[in-house]
């Protein structure tokens, strides 16, 4: 009986320490998965700090040229083209000679209204002295009154064919005149639309020869909404507006414009109303119907926040922004965007100096959240992100090393700068 005790008391001891021993474990395990559940830190953001600045207000409208007077060469009377004095394409002045249609036919047809005249001259003459002879015939019964009334009216028929020839005489004399064609305005001439030889004006169609449009000045027409239209007219009564031309090519033409015309209706189905500007082209560098921008300039806006584009975001509400208000916590604010200036956003109504609008790590917040701010342009540890401009350590090192048959960075060779970079 002794015996057996003695075997069974080491087996138990054993059993106890195994039960321990895994009870410690345990219990390690539990400590461990307590301290893997810790909060993580707020997310960093990068912010930009709102800038104010005087801002030009400008309004950019798509808009095309026209000439100010474009005249259709044609031709009045009937006969074969003889002359084409111009060059296709060249400029003219006014009073120089364009076209010559052949004149033999209507100096025969002057030459024949004057014989005309002439003969009528002399039956009025004849008449009227007739009716001279014949009054104091009929006066004393020597004639009947009879003969002396056709004699009279022989006079007033002559006198009538003479005012008829005068009147066909001046007719032909136009007609010859309209022979020779003259450039009625000083402007540069198009292409011939009839050559030489070929019979233009027949059937009395005045047919068209050639066109001359005027080059300086030129109009300018576009189409600004209205309620832009509300701003153009209140700041034209305090000044009067310069209206650039931007190029197709971005560059500016030199001569800025002045708007000349207002149309007073507006476009119902675009809510548009048509203006004018009219500017100088002393080199004749624009032509009639280029596409250009017109560009207003109404007035500088001071103290105006500005901040990058990325930072704006939109929804139901409309444009927004975020914030790092009080305590670093994520503020939504509602804003009025304006235009672009200087690669940023004009923000109307909104914001205010000094506040830190966030424009990375957007897609990590939310309204509320507590967040880590950063200035654009610096890494999580305070430094300045390198740029093209700042080439690494490691570029540095095999520069040194003669290692110079590396590709540059991607970023350079797209033209990529960080925000920091662009905006200083």
Same mark, same amino acid.
């Given at each position: 009986?002794?015996?057996?005790?003695?075997?069974?008391?080491?087996?138990?001891?054993?059993?106890?320490?195994?039960?321990?021993?895994?009870?410690?474990?345990? =219990?390690?395990?539990?400590?461990?998965?307590?301290?893997?559940?810790?909060?993580?830190?707020?997310?960093?953001?990068?912010? %930009?700090?709102?800038?104010?600045?005087?801002?030009?207000?400008?309004?950019?409208?798509?808009?095309?040229?026209?000439?100010? *007077?474009?005249?259709?060469?044609?031709?009045?009377? %009937?006969?074969?083209?003889?002359?084409?004095?111009?060059?296709?394409?060249?400029?003219?002045?006014?009073?120089?000679?364009?076209?010559?249609?052949?004149?033999?036919?209507?100096?025969? +047809?002057? @030459?024949?209204?004057?014989?005309?005249?002439?003969?009528?001259?002399?039956?009025?003459?004849?008449?009227?002295?007739?009716?001279?002879?014949?009054?104091?015939?009929? @006066? +004393?019964?020597?004639?009947? +009154?009879?003969?002396?009334?056709?004699? &009279?009216?022989?006079?007033? %028929?002559?006198?009538?064919?003479?005012?008829?020839?005068?009147? +066909?005489?001046?007719?032909?004399?136009?007609?010859?005149?309209?022979?020779?064609?003259?450039?009625?305005?000083?402007?540069?001439?198009?292409?011939?639309?009839?050559?030489?030889?070929?019979?233009?004006?027949?059937?009395?169609?005045?047919?068209?020869?050639?066109?001359?449009?005027?080059?300086?000045?030129?109009?300018?027409?576009?189409?600004?909404?209205?309620?832009?239209?509300?701003?153009?007219?209140?700041?034209?009564?305090?000044?009067?507006?310069?209206?650039?031309?931007?190029?197709?090519?971005?560059?500016?033409?030199?001569?800025?414009?002045?708007?000349?015309?207002?149309?007073?209706?507006?476009?119902?189905?675009?809510?548009?109303?048509?203006?004018?500007?009219?500017?100088?082209?002393?080199?004749?560098?624009?032509?009639? /119907?280029?596409?250009?921008?017109?560009?207003?300039?109404?007035?500088?806006?001071?103290?105006?926040?500005?901040?990058?584009?990325?930072?704006?975001?939109?929804?139901?509400?409309?444009?927004?922004?975020?914030?790092? /208000? *009080?305590?670093?916590? &994520?503020? *939504?604010?509602?804003?009025?965007?304006?235009?672009?200036?200087?690669?940023?956003?004009?923000?109307?109504?909104? =914001?205010?100096? /000094?506040?830190? &609008?966030?424009?990375?790590?957007?897609?990590?917040?939310?309204?509320?959240?507590?967040?880590?701010?950063?200035?654009?342009?610096?890494?999580?540890?305070?430094?300045?992100?390198?740029?093209?401009?700042?080439?690494?350590?490691?570029?540095?090192?095999?520069?040194?090393?003669?290692?110079?048959?590396?590709?540059?960075?991607?970023?350079?060779?797209?033209?990529?700068?960080?925000?920091?970079?662009?905006?200083?």
């Amino acid at each position: 009986m002794a015996v057996s005790l003695r075997i069974r008391k080491p087996t138990t001891v054993i059993f106890l320490a195994a039960f321990a021993f895994l009870a410690g474990f345990a =219990l390690s395990g539990c400590k461990k998965e307590k301290k893997q559940a810790y909060t993580p830190p707020p997310p960093t953001v990068s912010v %930009e700090e709102v800038v104010l600045q005087t801002v030009p207000v400008h309004l950019k409208y798509v808009a095309t040229t026209d000439s100010i *007077k474009t005249v259709d060469i044609r031709a009045r009377v %009937e006969g074969f083209l003889e002359e084409r004095r111009f060059v296709e394409g060249a400029d003219v002045n006014k009073g120089d000679i364009i076209f010559v249609i052949e004149k033999a036919p209507y100096e025969a +047809q002057l @030459e024949m209204s004057l014989a005309q005249l002439a003969k009528d001259k002399a039956a009025l003459s004849f008449a009227n002295d007739q009716v001279k002879r014949y009054k104091p015939l009929a @006066e +004393q019964d020597f004639v009947t +009154q009879e003969s002396l009334d056709d004699y &009279v009216t022989q006079a007033r %028929e002559a006198a009538a064919a003479v005012k008829s020839d005068l009147a +066909q005489i001046k007719q032909n004399r136009l007609n010859l005149g309209y022979c020779t064609m003259y450039s009625p305005l000083n402007g540069r001439i198009g292409r011939t639309l009839v050559n030489v030889g070929n019979l233009v004006g027949a059937g009395g169609q005045d047919t068209k020869l050639a066109t001359i449009v005027q080059l300086d000045p030129l109009y300018v027409y576009f189409s600004p909404s209205e309620k832009d239209l509300r701003l153009i007219m209140k700041y034209r009564q305090e000044t009067d507006m310069p209206v650039d031309i931007i190029l197709s090519d971005g560059t500016k033409h030199p001569y800025p414009g002045k708007v000349d015309f207002i149309d007073n209706t507006a476009d119902p189905k675009a809510n548009t109303i048509n203006m004018r500007v009219v500017i100088s082209n002393p080199q004749k560098t624009l032509l009639p /119907g280029i596409y250009v921008q017109a560009d207003l300039f109404l007035c500088d806006v001071p103290d105006t926040p500005l901040i990058s584009e990325k930072a704006i975001g939109e929804d139901q509400t409309g444009s927004y922004v975020y914030l790092v /208000g *009080k305590g670093s916590k &994520v503020e *939504k604010r509602i804003v009025e965007v304006g235009f672009v200036y200087k690669h940023q956003k004009i923000i109307w109504k909104g =914001l205010k100096a /000094g506040e830190k &609008v966030i424009v990375g790590g957007l897609q990590m917040i939310r309204p509320g959240m507590a967040v880590q701010p950063k200035a654009a342009g610096e890494d999580p540890s305070g430094n300045h992100k390198e740029t093209p401009s700042s080439p690494s350590a490691k570029e540095t090192a095999s520069k040194n090393s003669g290692e110079s048959g590396k590709k540059p960075r991607p970023e350079a060779e797209k033209g990529k700068t960080e925000p920091s970079q662009a905006k200083r």
